[in-house]
């Protein structure tokens, strides 16, 4: 957790608020007080220890000569999008019931490294400037596939091939070395008499 996000955590508790994900994220990408942040969102509709709505942030950030580009970003867990953060740009990322805010190539926020689903990002700028607008990377794919597994097989001398896995059979494995029985086809054989042999 950032130095400024457990500031602004401080912030809130001595006033007694809650439920003020959207006021922590407003100061997070305009770089304003909690306080400047708290008496906006109020004054577009926000309640004392209730959550911010999309239209009253947007209306805040208009206000205080702020606007926003929703970017292009095929992270959908703010897992995977910290990791993936410009060093430079504020982003507003609107998760699932929460608000987050990133600045300095990092989510101020306690759901930085959490598997919260992400519905979009915004980045953040000051009216009049020129930003270099970040467009989020997509995965590389490739036409190579990933072996995660070994094959094995489970023969019979006289039936062949009778079973195949993806991974070793610790069951079978066991079945055999204690000379217990197998069950193939609704016959019963002498666990011995089988092979379990690696692709």
């Known amino acids: 957790m950032s130095e400024l996000y457990q500031g602004l955590r401080n912030e809130a508790k001595s006033i007694g608020e809650n439920n003020d994900c959207g006021v922590k994220a407003l100061a997070v990408v305009t770089g304003l007080s909690y306080s400047e942040c708290h008496a906006k969102l109020e004054h577009h509709g926000r309640k004392h220890g209730k959550g911010t709505y999309l239209s009253s942030m947007f209306g805040a950030l208009r206000e205080l000569g702020f606007s926003w580009v929703k970017t292009s970003c095929d992270h959908r867990g703010m897992r995977s999008l910290s990791r993936n953060l410009p060093k430079d740009g504020n982003f507003l ?18 759901s930085e490294n959490r598997c919260l689903r992400i519905i979009k990002v915004y980045q953040i700028f000051k009216v009049g400037e020129n930003p270099v607008i970040h467009e989020f990377k997509k995965k590389e794919t490739t036409n190579r596939t990933r ?53």
């Open 93 to 110: 990322i609107h998760a699932t019931r929460h608000f987050a805010g990133a600045s300095g190539g990092k989510i101020h926020d306690w």
């Open 147 to 199: 072996k995660t597994t070994v094959l094995y097989n489970l023969t019979h001398p006289e039936m062949g091939v009778v079973a195949n896995y993806k991974r070793l059979p610790t069951k079978i494995v066991k079945a055999i070395n204690s000379r217990a029985y197998l069950i193939v086809n609704n016959r019963r054989y002498l666990s011995h008499e089988f092979k379990l042999e690696r692709i």
